[in-house]
C-alpha cells in the first residue's frame, strides 16, 4: 500500500468554524491531490498540488484553502464551515515522472458540519 | 468540457455470471484512462491505467479494455469478493487532473 495517511479519520464540527485536514505521505510524489467524495457526484477535485508551495485549484475549490510547506504534507482548510461540506475527503497522490500517471488514494476523512 | 460517464449505475449478478462495466469519456486528448476498485468506507484502490486506444490490461478475473470513446471492465466468472463500486477517471493532455465517473456499484451474489 502506497504510504498515505489522513487525520484526523473523523471529525464533527459546528458551522462557521475553521477546520484543517491533514495529508502526509511517505512515498516523496511530486503531486497531490484533494477530493470530496459525495453520493451522486463521485469523486470532484478541490485543489492539487505539483510542487511544494506549487497548487491551483479544482472543479470545486470555492471555500476551501490549500497549503504545502513540504513535500509530505499537503493541508485542506475550511475557513468557515458550512453544512454544504458535509462529505468524505479523501487525498491522493501520483508522480508521473515514473513514466506512470496512477493515483493513490488515502484512506478518507469524513467531515460532518452541524 | 471533460466528462466521464459510467453505465450501469448498479448491477446485481449471480457468482459466475460474467459481464461487462462501461465507461464512456469525452475529453480534449486523452493522457490515460484509470479503473478504480472502491470497498465501502474506504479509499479507492488502483486497478489498471489505458494510454491508447485498443490496450487491453488483465488481472485476475478482470480485464479493461479502451477504444477512443470508451472503456469496458470485463467481470468473468465474479465472486461475492468481487463486490464493490468500481471507478472510472480520465487525465486529459496537458493537465496532470482526473476527471471522476459516478462509478458503478457491483453486487455478486452466492
Known amino acids: 500500500d502506497a504510504g498515505i495517511t489522513q487525520s484526523p479519520r473523523h471529525k464533527v464540527t459546528e458551522t462557521g468554524t475553521p477546520v484543517t485536514l491533514r495529508c502526509h505521505q511517505t512515498e516523496n510524489h511530486r503531486y497531490m491531490y484533494w477530493y470530496r467524495q459525495d453520493p451522486g457526484h463521485g469523486l470532484r477535485l478541490i485543489h492539487y498540488?505539483?510542487?511544494?508551495?506549487?497548487?491551483d485549484k479544482g472543479e470545486v475549490s470555492d471555500g476551501y484553502s490549500v497549503s504545502r510547506s513540504k513535500t509530505e504534507d499537503f493541508l485542506l482548510t475550511l475557513e468557515s464551515a458550512t453544512s454544504s461540506q458535509t462529505s468524505v475527503y479523501f487525498c491522493a497522490i501520483s508522480d508521473p515522472s515514473g513514466g506512470e500517471d496512477t493515483q493513490y488514494f488515502g484512506p478518507g476523512t469524513r467531515l460532518t458540519v452541524l | 468540457e471533460d466528462q466521464v460517464t459510467q453505465s450501469p449505475e448498479a448491477l446485481r449478478l449471480q457468482e459466475g455470471e460474467s459481464s461487462s462495466l462501461n465507461c464512456s469519456y469525452t475529453v480534449s486528448g486523452l493522457r490515460g484512462l484509470f479503473w478504480y476498485r472502491q470497498d465501502p468506507g474506504k479509499g479507492p484502490e488502483f486497478l489498471f491505467t489505458l494510454y491508447s486506444a485498443g490496450e487491453e490490461k488483465e488481472k485476475e478475473r478482470l480485464k479493461a479494455t479502451l477504444t477512443k470513446k470508451e472503456s469496458f471492465l470485463h467481470i468473468t466468472a465474479p465472486k461475492p469478493e468481487d463486490s464493490a463500486t468500481y471507478l472510472c477517471?480520465?487525465?486529459?493532455?496537458?493537465?496532470?487532473?482526473?476527471?471522476f465517473g459516478t462509478g458503478t456499484r457491483l453486487k455478486v451474489l452466492a
Open positions: 477517471a480520465v487525465q486529459a493532455s496537458g493537465t496532470y487532473k482526473y476527471i
Open positions: 498540488s505539483y510542487g511544494v508551495k506549487d497548487t
